[in-house]
């Protein structure tokens, strides 16, 4: 189980159950106890009050006025019992009618008094209480019970009542409970939502106000971390740029020399010098470009296609001003993509300029919002065989080696987006008629 609410969920609710439930066993054992304690007491004062009212006639067998004790001891299986025993002789109460009433347990020693269920005349539960005296004389046992079982109803009716409130106020705790933990994750869910956004690019750290000090240095941390990329970022990119143009000033001599008169007696070595440092100056531009491939390596960065498309559009269209070319872009409002812009920037102006040189009249752009955005280049050039869309992604290649360029933009292209995690397709357009590039882009790549 991963889920922290879960978990706090869970561990609580079991924790509060077993609460509940000893809970409910001590206050039944309380209410027994009080209970039993109750009667008890009653029943040693009837107890009482029949030693006080026994009385022996001369033959010495006990005696009870009748009168003198309560109706209820004389009402046949009213619940209330006694039986009075000296020696062999016994005395037992009207309510028993015809039955008796044994002790189920060992007799009390005299000055005692012992407590214990039995079996009443008609089957009942009874509580009987066991005295042992002694008057004028005579060893006398006292036993008076009483039907335990309205009690016992009793208690079953509280039991099912304390279990009905008991459930209910633990999914009412429970239910609070889930709203407390979900109150105390909120400030873990606002700092999901601000990475997102920091995804996005609408912020460019996370914030530690009001978050608790439990959560607040897990936070610094990520801002700590967002802070030490792109310093490293910013350094790699410099130190990529300043090699690459510390390359270029030697590289432009070694041009110069190939172009110059010098080797005008030696044009094999003139034209392998000039092959070889334009594929130098090749590799370096390449380079620089990947140096600017931030990725997913930057947070806080967006691209708004439709702010920065149309000046893109614009300049291409004052390139391939000859062609009067109908540059048409499908953008969804709002959209935005995920990326660093100077990479998208990249991608765009090359998959662009490479339609926009193949193109006859026209060149489409359309960007879908669903999903992680779709999108899709076509012209209406004359389009490249199946066979040779394999070729088109290897770097320096072109088909037509009479239009100008370098052959790199597709391959570079290709570069982003497997920086971006995405996905590319070539093939042909069939609104357009010529060459579609179809093109996904994924999470950026760490």
């Avoid at 460019?204 to 941390?221: C, F, I």
Wanted: hydrophobic fraction near 45%.
């Amino acid at each position: 189980m991963n889920s922290l609410a879960a978990r706090l969920g869970l561990g609580l609710a079991a924790v509060l159950l077993a609460v509940f439930l000893a809970q409910g066993y001590v206050v039944d054992a309380a209410l027994r106890h009080l209970t039993g304690a109750y009667v008890a007491e009653r029943l040693k004062h009837d107890a009482e009050g029949l030693l006080a009212l026994l009385q022996f006639d001369p033959a010495g067998r006990p005696v009870v006025d009748e009168q003198r004790v309560g109706p209820i001891f004389r009402r046949p299986y009213s619940g209330h019992y006694y039986r009075v025993q000296t020696g062999q002789l016994v005395l037992r109460s009207r309510s028993l009618w015809d039955s008796d009433m044994a002790y189920p347990g060992a007799a009390p020693a005299p000055g005692q008094t012992r407590l214990s269920l039995g079996s009443g005349p008609a089957g009942q539960t009874l509580l009987m209480l066991a005295a042992a005296y002694e008057k004028a004389g005579h060893p006398v046992t006292v036993v008076v019970a009483e039907d335990y079982s309205p009690i016992e109803e009793d208690f079953n009716t509280f039991r099912w009542r304390y279990l009905g409130g008991a459930l209910v106020a633990l999914g009412g705790v429970l239910l609070l409970q889930a709203w407390v933990v979900r109150r105390s994750l909120r400030p873990l869910r606002r700092a999901q939502a601000e990475l997102r956004e920091l995804e996005y690019g609408e912020v460019h750290r996370l914030s530690a106000v009001g978050l608790p000090k439990e959560v607040a240095p897990l936070v610094e941390e990520i801002n700590r971390l967002i802070g030490l990329i792109r310093q490293r970022l910013e350094r790699s990119r410099n130190a990529v740029g300043n090699l690459a143009h510390a390359l270029k000033t030697p590289l432009t001599v070694l041009q110069q020399v190939a172009a110059s008169d010098t080797l005008a007696a030696h044009p094999e070595l003139r034209a392998e010098l000039l092959e070889h440092t334009a594929s130098i100056d090749q590799y370096l531009q390449r380079e620089l470009k990947r140096a600017r491939l931030a990725g997913g390596v930057v947070p806080g960065q967006r691209f708004e296609p439709a702010r920065e498309l149309p000046p893109l559009v614009d300049t291409l269209q004052r390139i391939y001003r000859d062609k009067a070319l109908d540059i048409e872009l499908d953008l969804p409002p709002g959209l935005v993509l995920r990326g660093e812009r100077e990479d998208l920037l990249e991608l765009f102006g090359n998959l662009l300029d490479n339609a926009c040189k193949w193109a006859q009249r026209r060149v489409r752009v359309s960007l879908s919002a669903a999903g992680e955005g779709e999108i899709m280049i076509e012209d209406d050039g004359a389009g490249v065989a199946a066979a040779d869309v394999a070729a088109l992604f290897q770097r320096g290649r072109r088909l037509d080696e009479g239009t100008r360029g370098h052959g790199l933009g597709l391959a570079i292209a290709r570069d982003i987006v497997q920086h971006y995690g995405g996905e590319m397709r070539l093939g042909r357009s069939a609104v357009l008629g010529g060459f579609k590039v179809a093109l996904r882009l994924g999470r950026p790549a760490a």
